[in-house]
Nanobody, 124 residues
Framework: VQLQASGGGLVQAGGYLRLSCAASGRTASSRAWGWFRQAPGKERAFVAAHRRDGGYTYYSDSVKGRFTISKDNAKNTLYLQMDSLKPEDTATYYC??????????????????WGQGTLVTVSS
């Protein structure tokens, strides 16, 4: 499985961006798709996830109500719509997938495949 993330950039606070993550290869066993982010000097943190079975979505408290995760199965592409961006959202964003069980959907180490990361910078 290969993941290619894109869509990052520089935006002012209050603005928006949409990240994309195009998947290729054998993704049939991927039970969950997630977005994580890592700011300089900090650990990689959960942002949002999409569960294949039922299409349920999960969000961190810090982005709930501002970010929306979605997946286009026909294009095999994962998206993260980010609205009302704040300077504290500045980070490198990574998409990931794997045969993740529900109880570990927020855990980075539960994901097997990762994209290369795309940088999001929010200026104040």
């Amino acid at each position: 499985v290969q993941l290619q993330a894109s869509g990052g950039g520089l935006v002012q606070a209050g603005g928006y961006l949409r990240l994309s993550c195009a998947a290729s290869g054998r993704t049939a066993s991927s039970r969950a798709w997630g977005w994580f982010r890592q700011a300089p000097g900090k650990e990689r943190a959960f942002v949002a996830a999409h569960r294949r079975d039922g299409g349920y979505t999960y969000y961190s408290d810090s982005v709930k109500g501002r970010f929306t995760i979605s997946k286009d199965n026909a294009k095999n592409t994962l998206y993260l719509q980010m609205d009302s961006l704040k300077p504290e959202d500045t980070a490198t964003y990574y998409c990931a997938t794997g045969s993740v069980i529900l109880g570990q959907i927020r855990t980075p180490t539960a994901y097997t495949y990762w994209g290369q990361g795309t940088l999001v910078t929010v200026s104040s």
